[in-house]
């Protein structure tokens, strides 16, 4: 366990960064440039259709594809809890209001909820697009080293953007690094998960105003050290970022006809057809 994990439902950057900078299997040798392309064609293609099948098949293609790279199956089911818990909450009561077959019926005084055939699709469908775009940027993310990472950040955004992602970015470990720490110390005193609500509330808000405090003070102290090495409020990458050759090419050309065909041809009904 990193020093900068606080759960393990939540995703290790340390972990992350480790698998991309390895760079042992095919894909963290492709063009950083194919796999964002890919991931904008992804994002393109859940947000256009509906169809519970199409997601369902481009859904088992990614996971092979993250399954091929070497990358933790796991870790990556253990990370799913967040965006499960996002699609629950967002999705658990618009899918009672969707028409459709009743499936089944559940009674509360005064109204009345009914669970429909529809309703199970949606709700199937959304949760399937969210496990869709974070498997792909896990993907992308531990197959793509940091500096060609922070290279590509630093091309595509204008300034000052670009400055405040990628310090905001690496900021982030030192933030989750402070906050597992205190856990630790909180675990090591008696606190956890058995207590009352009340007194956990309580440990939990102290350590987030302790976290929210001493944040301020690591980042005054960090643009400190920052600036006398040299840190003149411009921070550029010269990463050199590798540049697909053919096969990349036609492999974001093929992948974008697919999606043209899917969303010309295929019925956007939100069934399985």
Not at 195 to 212: C, K, P
């Amino acid at each position: 366990m990193s020093s900068t994990m606080i759960s393990s439902h939540i995703p290790d950057l340390d972990l992350i960064t480790s698998y991309a900078q390895r760079e042992g299997t095919f894909f963290s040798r492709v063009s950083p440039w194919t796999k964002f392309t890919g991931l904008l064609l992804v994002i393109l293609l859940i947000t256009l259709t509906r169809n519970l099948l199409i997601c369902g098949l481009l859904y088992l293609v990614i996971l092979g594809i993250y399954a091929s790279a070497g990358l933790p199956i796991k870790k990556l089911i253990a990370w799913y809890t967040l965006p499960v818990l996002f699609v629950i909450s967002l999705i658990g009561i618009m899918m009672w209001t969707e028409p459709g077959t009743p499936i089944f019926t559940w009674n509360f005084g005064l109204f009345t909820l009914t669970l429909t055939n529809n309703g199970v699709i949606l709700f199937i469908t959304l949760l399937l697009k969210a496990l869709i775009s974070v498997t792909y940027s896990l993907f992308f993310l531990m197959t793509t080293r940091y500096q060609h990472f922070s290279a590509m950040i630093y091309r595509l955004f204008p300034t000052p953007l670009d400055q405040i992602f990628l310090l905001a970015y690496r900021f982030l470990f030192l933030t989750l690094s402070m906050t597992g720490a205190i856990f630790k110390a909180v675990r090591s005193r008696g606190g956890g998960i058995i207590h009352s609500i009340r007194v956990q509330g309580r440990i939990f808000a102290e350590v987030f105003a302790l976290v929210f405090i001493r944040s301020f003070d690591r980042a005054e102290r960090v643009h400190q050290a920052m600036i006398a090495r040299g840190y003149s409020g411009k921070y550029e990458a010269g990463t050199e970022i590798p540049k697909p050759g053919f096969s990349g090419f036609f492999v974001m050309g093929a992948f974008a006809c697919v999606i043209a065909l899917i969303v010309l041809m295929v019925p956007n009904t939100g069934g399985f057809f």
